[in-house]
């Protein structure tokens, strides 16, 4: 009996007709297997994977291998997304035993959860020997598999241990990082390493702060270059908006297709940044339209964002987005299909699958002629038409806390930097006047249904659907994020409730969640007990929960004055430390924090009664540096910190910048404003 047709998760709702007779993560499933005397068979996966599609239509679907399955094991399928700390265990026990990971992760286990075999895709005709030969091992080695098991447990109980080396996270420290990406650059595309290539859209956070601070013109160097080099690839949606997750090569141009919230929330952020202290027109493109595909393809109206779009469209990659240069001209007609297929490098022998292309952008739109961006716009947006009638990549509509914490930070930021350079001369002004109304609503929304559904008696649950709430508890990085977004929206909108719901969710962090020597662990002291407790300090796709959290309490500690959370920030990030200085490139958020907290972070408060229009609001915010966080509203506003005992002076405007709680005179001039934040 398949159990999975009640799930929340898209994933395991994709396969509740299997004839596997699947499980979900349960004390049941394990129970089950005890009983029956039968190892576990626990597939990890999520809804947007293309090789998970893959090992399902080839193994879980057929009934061969569903007879296998069921004859000899208790089978629980995992939606890695819904539970990270399950998916985090294991995938430590798959890297342990094969040196790698990925998904779909095949692990079998005792009936307690101990793995003794582990591997990712399988083949259908490997996975069948391999069903057969671990039923096998089972019945006639069980001793052999026992110690097998054991082995395993010891080896991620030291990979996930927390207590190790301690280390002040200094400037010679970030200097050191800020090195080592140098030199681990690529100079010729952008961005680190080779093929597959992800956008490391935390590392490039870090270089933007490191730049504020140092004037290091190389990381600025480094993250314009990158940014532009992914705008222009195949990674990012030229008609859309949106990056996907990755490339498959070296050079952005064929991307795996999938498109996840966390990617285009940190990429948002990045491009608002870059567009903020650069006014860089690319970067203020590429902003605009990341911020519209999150209002327009993710958000689910009356509820948060959605988790992903699928890598595939009816089983094929890249059907809804490869185009032949046959296919432009049928959209746009003889000569304006061929100007496009110049434009997006679209040719004959194709950059994809089967004569088809990827659209890249092969020129500079952004500073050409008005003809020529005129005759850009008409033809992306007679293309986007176009690709609209064809079959559209399914959505996973789960609501995950943490993602939609990175995405409303993202958007607020976005806003903040929309309205600096708002102007009504522009030639896109309406456009973008348009995606902050979107935005705006669209972040409001989220905010609310995670305040509204994701809180359940103080604590935080990790996912929910069509307004229900999932059982799963909230990990550490959906606290961290989720009390950073709630800091965010204090900050965009003046009210006092959302500092007070961030405060809820981190005193719960530090009472659940903490470890010896000021570390943290992923799980809280009284979730579900697994085979090992994560505790993983790298960020990797998403920051780690331990830099989530140290962002978030340093946003609160400055949007608060109590110094004790920026003191546990500091502890958690001396954990982190030696790992900055040895792996740069797996640390980008907890970086980013650091230079935060070397810059400050500065406080600033603007007493005024515009607090969007107020020039001294849109200097704070255009001259703030690393991680500086900024209040304007009227003085003595309930739940207001920063703004209380702030009056005005001699009725006009005035701003209060403090530096480690240590603050400079009120100044009334924009000047005077620019000159402390120097």
Known sequence: MNRLADATSPYLLQHADNPVDWWPWSAEAFAEAKRRDVPVLISVGYAAC??????????????????????????????????PDVDAVYMTATQAMTGQGGWPMTVFATPDGTPFFCGTYFPRANFVRLLESVAAAWRDQREAVLRQGAAVVEAIGGAQAVGGPTAPLT???????????????????????GAPKFPPHMNLLFLLRHHQRTGSARSLEIARHTAEAMARGGIHDQLAGGFARYSVDAHWTVPHFEKMLYDNALLLRFYAQLWRLTGDRMARRVARDTARFLADELHRAGEGFASALDADTEGVEGLTYAWTPAQ?????????????????EVTEEGTFEHGTSVLRLARDVDDADPEIKARWRDVVGRLLVARDTRPQPARDDKVVAAWNGL??????????????????????ANLMEGVTIVADGAMRDAAEHLAAVHVVDGRLRRASRDKVVGE???????????AEAFCAMHQLTGEGRWLEL??????????????????????????????????????????????????????????TGENRYREAAEAALATVAPIVGRH?????????????????????????????????????VRHAPPGAVVVAGRPDQPGVPLLADRPLVDGRPTAYVCRGFVCQRPVT?????VAQLG
């Open 50 to 83: 293309h090789w998970c599609h893959v090992m399902a239509h080839e193994s879980f679907e057929n009934e061969q291998v569903g007879a296998l399955v069921n004859d000899d094991f208790v089978a629980i399928k995992v939606d890695r997304e819904e539970r």
């Open 171 to 193: 400037a010679e420290l970030l200097d050191s990082a800020a090195d080592q990406l140098s030199r681990e650059y690529d100079a010729t595309n952008g961005g680190f390493g």
């Open 328 to 344: 432009l001209v049928a959209a746009l007609g003889e000569e304006d299909g061929r100007w496009a297929a110049d434009l997006f």
């Open 407 to 428: 995405a409303i930070t993202a958007l607020a930021e976005f806003l903040r930097v929309a309205a600096l350079y708002a102007s009504p001369d522009d030639e896109d």
């Open 472 to 482: 799963p508890a909230g990990v550490l990085e959906d606290y961290g994020c989720v």
């Open 502 to 559: 961030a405060g809820g969710l981190l005193d719960v962090a530090l009472a659940r969640f903490a470890a010896p020597g000021g570390g943290f662990y992923d799980t809280a002291d009284d979730a579900e007990q697994l085979v090992a407790r994560p505790a993983d300090p790298t960020d990797n796709a998403t920051p780690s929960g331990r830099s989530a959290i140290v962002a978030a309490l340093v946003a609160y500690a400055a949007l």
């Open 584 to 620: 740069a490139r797996f640390t980008g958020y907890a970086a980013t924090v650091g230079e935060a907290l070397l810059s400050g972070p500065y406080e600033i408060a603007v007493a005024t009664d515009d607090a969007v229009g107020d020039p001294l609001v849109a200097a704070a």
């Open 669 to 673: 001039s924009v000047d005077d404003l």
